[in-house]
């Protein structure tokens, strides 16, 4: 079986080795410390990246400010929230009001690897399902296209 690929962008070290150590045989992970060098990765990766969980405060570039330049290379990207500061964030309504997150994750919690996995697989599942689409419509704009050249050449 394939496994998809998840991007995490966290600046905490021991909740990427964590995360790498309990999912690694479920998903291939690609970590990132920095915003910026998330960034990097999305662009060198893109192709294979299924989803992103994307930790809101990090050094340098906010999670907000890396979600935004992630959806300007690729909107479709399901990019999942994951925070330890969930008495500054509350229970997320206004980030999912403003940003559209396909998830919103509070860290440290009895369940929290359970959350993190069944919202990976929804937002792997949902891509999927995007990209099927868009082939779906490609395919039908490829044959129309053959279609009129053919009329023309006729």
Known sequence: MNKSTVLYIDDDQSQLRSFTRV???KFNILCSETG????KVFKEN???ISVVLLDIRLGG???FEVFEEIKKINYKIPV?????YQDHYADGYEIYKKYRPHGYI?????????VIEDTLYSAIESY???LKFDKKKLEE??????ESMKELLL
């Open 106 to 114: 509070i860290k440290n919690h009895e369940q929290e690897n359970r």
């Open 80 to 84: 999942i929230f994951i925070t330890g």
């Open 61 to 63: 570039m906010s999670g």
């Open 36 to 39: 910026e060098d998330g960034l």
């Open 141 to 146: 704009l490829y044959d129309k296209l053959n």
């Open 23 to 25: 999912f690694s045989e």
């Open 46 to 48: 893109e192709s294979k």
């Open 128 to 130: 999927k399902n995007i």
